[in-house]
């Protein structure tokens, strides 16, 4: 089995809705804010390469939308899902799986694309893949509630049911050998976390339950999140296991750092050092 870390590019979010109760004068030093309040992360995706599969975890938020909405994101930065794909080697149709953590944009927005430039058809980017999710997400992503409605969007995720390449994961555990999925319920229903054993270690891809390693502390919960006491809880456990069996963890959105193994402090859980997966 083969990492590689693919970059789909930065957007900004607010500093304060990232980090929830976390008072500006503390988040601004894990990420400085530019003068809207606006902080830079990344959309870092998971290319994982096995003898017969080349599995895409979560790809980013394409660029189907208008203007208008890229103008409240800044979409910036040289990286782009192709071009990072490209850098190792691959392109879109060598996808066999594209593995979906959940369907809000940032994470899945790359899964769909216009056929035409008038912008009236869609197509699934990836021709020759599985897309994965599980049904109690979808159902959840189809008939949002009014607080994520503006996260999930209809051009990303219908047009993969309709070509008929969804299929659900419905079973916490292995996936694929050496593959587990962790299913947590406080950033949004059922979102599905890859843990990856590789050479010697395990990988966790943390998606939107621990962005970057800034939300290590375990209060330090996005203000996005529906269930935020369910996520204290999940974060407490994952750390703990993670610290135990000396996982490391990969960060979707921190904007510098790739992946961190960890250490136990007086204050808790804290980074220990910064690596990056092709280092593994
Ligand atoms: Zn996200």
Redesign the pocket.
Known sequence: MKLYSINSGHFKLDGGAMFGVVPKSIWNKLNPADENNMCSWAMRCLLVETENRLILIDNGMGDKQNEKFFSFYYLHGNDTLERSLKHHGFGFDDITDVFLTHL?F??CGGSVRYTDSARTKLEPVFKNARYWSNSRHWEWAVNPNSREKASFLNENIMPIRESGQLNFIDKEGEWLPGFETIIVNGHTESMMLPLISYKETKVLYCA?LI?SVGHLPIPYVMGYDVRPLETLKEKEKILQKAVSEKWNLFF??DPLNECCNLVKTEKGIRAHEMIKVSDL
Do not use: L
Request: proline share 14%; glycine share 0%.
């Open positions: 809000h940032d994470h939107d962005p979707e959105h």
